[in-house]
């Protein structure tokens, strides 16, 4: 069970093997035999990629809880069974992760230094499988309706744009007005090339946009509009900076009455690893203390 999981979460026998300390061929003939055991196919294997069937995603989730109750059965004998350590694969937003939560990541380090942050930065909603994750930090999306998610904090959504653009094509006054502006947009956005607006009062507007540029990235979009670009419409962890400092200017702040929340996520399990539940405490705490 121990290789068969370890296959999974580093994502190929190869790498399974280095992190076992075992041949390649040696982890190649657990699996072969857990799997004639069992009589069922556990992973699809291609020249490409190697990743779990149905069944293989459903046996690996309970081996995952079976091995952790074992784990902590024996630690509590040992007298350690809550004491948070080892390695925590975390991912989390680039923009997120380098403006707002370094700070954080380095404080939980200096609290909990048994324990070792590997951090994935990316924009994109990784798998939790595919990545070896213990759990994520997500900015609107939270992604599978299979995973566990806890509400950290709330980000505003931001219009704006350099006074550079504004005075070459002119002021947006209602939602509406950005159709005829070069918008920049986001590709990850759920609602794709459409930006949607509510005031104070629950009026809202849905305005398809376009423009020269679309990025991954939102600190990308937001330095393309610094430079005169066009549009963005960003997470205010992002753009207020920039406004604060006078590169961008807000657009229709009557408007832009939406936020997105940010969570703390995890996979559904009976039981968290201490290292998860340290981390997911720590960051409630710490939001709680640094909001925006």
Same mark, same amino acid.
């Given at each position: ?136 930090? *997500? ?40 159709? *005829? ?112």
């Amino acid at each position: 069970m121990r290789v068969f999981c370890a296959v999974i979460e580093a994502g190929g026998f190869a790498a399974a093997a280095n992190r076992l300390g075992l041949s390649t061929s040696a982890v190649s003939r657990y699996v072969a035999q857990l799997e004639a055991h069992l009589s069922v196919r556990l992973l699809n294997r291609t020249t490409r990629r190697i990743g779990p069937t149905t069944e293989g995603f459903a046996y690996f989730e309970r081996c995952t809880q079976l091995l952790a109750d074992l784990d902590e059965a024996e630690a509590t004998i040992a007298g350690e069974a809550r004491r948070p350590r080892g390695r925590l694969r975390l991912t989390a937003p680039i923009a997120l992760a380098v403006l707002r939560l370094a700070p954080a990541f380095a404080s939980f380090s200096q609290t909990h230094p048994a324990i070792t942050l590997d951090l994935v930065l990316s924009d994109n909603v990784a798998d939790f499988v595919e990545e070896g994750l213990d759990m994520a930090i *997500r900015v609107g999306r939270v992604g599978s309706e299979n995973l566990v998610a806890r509400h950290l904090d709330e980000t505003p959504l931001m219009i704006a744009a350099a006074p550079s653009y504004l005075a070459r094509a002119g002021t947006p006054q209602r939602p509406d007005d950005l159709a *005829r502006h070069a918008c920049l947009t986001y590709a990850f956005s759920a609602t794709a090339n459409q930006w949607h607006f509510e005031t104070a009062s629950g009026e809202r507007a849905a305005v398809t946009v376009s423009g020269a540029f679309n990025a991954n990235n939102g600190v990308m979009l937001a330095e393309l509009a610094v430079s005169g670009s066009g549009i963005v419409q960003a997470p205010g962890f992002i753009v207020q900076p920039l406004i604060e400092r006078g590169d961008l200017v807000q657009l229709l702040p009557d408007w832009s009455r939406r936020s997105l929340p940010i969570h703390v996520v995890y996979p559904t399990r009976r039981h968290l690893s201490a290292k998860v539940q340290a981390m997911t405490s720590f960051l409630t705490t710490w939001f709680e203390q640094h909001r925006t």
